[in-house]
């Protein structure tokens, strides 16, 4: 019989995970060393708890697959629960797997370090940002347990929490079952399918909008598909930017709102049917929309929920639907986009001693990217994720939603332990918080470029707050400090600068490259400047 860990450790790898991400401690100190003997899934440690999470949510997103992050018990776990609350807004399926007092310390009598109220506050705590939970304290019920929250990640798509005490690592348990998926009732499918071509065939102008469920759900092709058999266009939502990489013949563009092409905003605006498929129906997707949540016009599918108009299909996986509407939808010639060019990439900087500003830094990475292909990206908030809306649409890891600082560089590290060299864009506030966990590349071999946006400011908060002092940032000197942790660094200061400084990089293999790129305060992209704008129209509508 296998032992509660090595069983755990093969339940992780039969349900899609390949790496684990995590941080040592006393409690998880004995299941740390059954990870490392054993070499069955790699693992990789990080500085601080918020970076493995981070990073185990990148890793499941690009995998389309669960992420795994290992902590200790109350201060590991604890640090933890930033990231963990952000991969559930994002529906990113982590599994948390946080070490714990065995039996004996629990009844002791004392405090125990790490100990906040209750020996039980953490898994209090962890309720409220995973779908399902699990403690780990009996043999004969640890690996129904086990199976019953790893099946809740993947059919929910969101986090989950075991909590593992540190003397039940050698206990005897039976091999780990993986449970069936729990799919539609056909009945159900079908009708809601029918009802749902209905509204197609009767629509005069349809769309469909995408987010980032389609990847969670393993379904971005299915989509792609189905959207060419239905002859719709398609558009991404902020959030699911990086969405349907490659098929341009698809893709009219994302949508932005005020924001966005005005052209493309009014495809969307303008439709009579909008099926939203695994759309997050959040702010930063949609605060600058007009009617988006019109129930008459709309199809929304997201969280294993159909709703079309007044009415709700329930537990309908996505998956499911997508099927469903393939087996029963006829050949339909492409509809018009109405759209022209759609989003202009800007392409062709000019390279001279001119400063730089953001848009700048899209112009470069574009033509880099023509002349050396497309790489796969992670972005931190601020104007760093909005000028990754005016590079090619490339695969793009980001808290669209959820907007946590701190994301961008452990999620660049996270998605490099899959086997990708990503390209990472991150602002000098959020680099403030993780950028250090760069540092950690060099004994895993890893070698992410790095693109840091210095303008020695929280400059994402000062267009909304510009009188504020406080968004005032030192100049830390970013690249003068990558050498000392393994890696090479530059600062550019000029457009040939950066263009010259990004082609090194990706010639530069076998260490992280630090490119950093000092802006002017005050100075944001183009796509920024527009949200900025549209966004206090819309606040003032709502006064």
């Known amino acids: 019989m296998p032992t509660l860990a090595t069983a755990l450790l093969d339940a992780l790898k039969d349900h899609g995970a390949r790496e684990i991400f995590g941080i040592p401690g006393d409690f998880v100190l004995p299941f740390f060393k059954v990870i490392e003997e054993s070499g069955t899934l790699p693992y990789f440690t990080m500085s601080h708890e918020p970076a493995v999470g981070f990073a185990a949510d990148a890793a499941s997103r690009y995998r389309g697959s669960i992420g795994v992050a290992v902590v200790t018990y109350g201060a590991g776990a604890f640090n933890l629960v930033n990231s963990i609350a952000g991969a559930y807004a994002e529906r990113s399926p982590v599994v948390v797997i946080a070490g714990a007092p065995g039996a004996r310390e629990r009844t002791s009598g004392y405090l125990l370090h790490h100990q906040v109220r209750t020996v039980d506050s953490q898994l209090a705590v962890f309720k409220e940002v995973t779908c399902d939970q699990a403690v780990l304290s009996d043999p004969a019920t640890a690996p129904a347990e086990i199976a019953r929250v790893l099946r809740s990640a993947l059919e929910l798509s969101l986090p989950v929490y075991i909590e593992f005490p540190r003397d039940m690592v050698d206990a005897k348990v039976d091999p780990v079952p993986k449970l069936p998926r729990r799919e539609a009732d056909i009945g159900a499918r079908d009708e809601c399918a029918e009802e749902i071509l209905d509204r197609i065939a009767r629509a005069k102008s349809p769309v469909m909008v995408v987010d980032v469920e389609i990847r969670r759900y393993g379904v971005e092709q299915q989509v792609a598909a189905l959207a060419r058999k239905l002859g719709l266009p398609v558009v991404t939502t902020f959030m699911g930017r990086g969405l349907l990489e490659g098929d341009d013949d698809v893709v009219a563009g994302t949508y932005l709102g005020a924001a966005g092409d005005p052209d493309l905003s009014a495809l969307v605006e303008g439709a009579d049917l909008v099926l939203m498929f695994g759309v997050i129906l959040s702010d930063t997707n949609f605060a600058l929309s007009s009617n988006m949540t019109d129930p008459r016009r709309t199809v929304l599918a997201t969280g294993r929920e159909v709703q079309i108009g007044h009415h709700v299909y329930r537990d309908l996986p996505l998956a499911d639907l997508i099927a469903g509407l393939d087996a029963h939808a006829s050949q339909h010639p492409p509809r018009p986009r109405n759209v022209g060019k759609g989003m202009a990439y800007p392409r062709g900087l000019t390279l001279d001693a001119s400063p730089i500003a953001p848009s700048d830094i899209a112009t470069a990475i574009n033509d880099l990217f023509d002349r050396h292909g497309k790489m796969p990206m992670t972005a931190d908030i601020g104007d760093c994720l909005f000028t990754a809306m005016e590079i090619d649409n490339t695969a793009l890891a980001a808290p669209g939603y959820y907007a ?105 293999r076998g260490v992280f490259s630090l490119i950093e790129v000092m802006l002017p305060r005050g100075v944001t992209s183009h796509t920024l400047a527009r949200f900025v704008t549209g966004f206090k129209a819309a606040r003032e509508r709502m006064k």
């Open 404 to 508: 946590g600082m701190g994301f961008g560089v452990p999620a660049g590290v996270g998605v490099a332990a899959t086997g990708l060299r990503p390209l990472v864009l991150v602002g000098d506030g959020a680099f403030q918080m993780t950028g250090w966990e760069l540092g950690n590349c060099k004994r895993y071999g890893l070698d992410p470029i790095v693109v840091l946006f210095n303008n020695c400011s929280w400059e994402m908060l000062r267009v909304f707050q510009p009188e504020s002092k406080f968004n005032d940032l030192d100049d830390w000197h970013f690249a003068d400090i990558a050498h000392s942790i393994g890696g090479f660094g530059e600062r550019v200061t000029t457009r040939a600068e950066l263009a010259a400084a990004l082609q090194r990089a990706v010639e530069r």
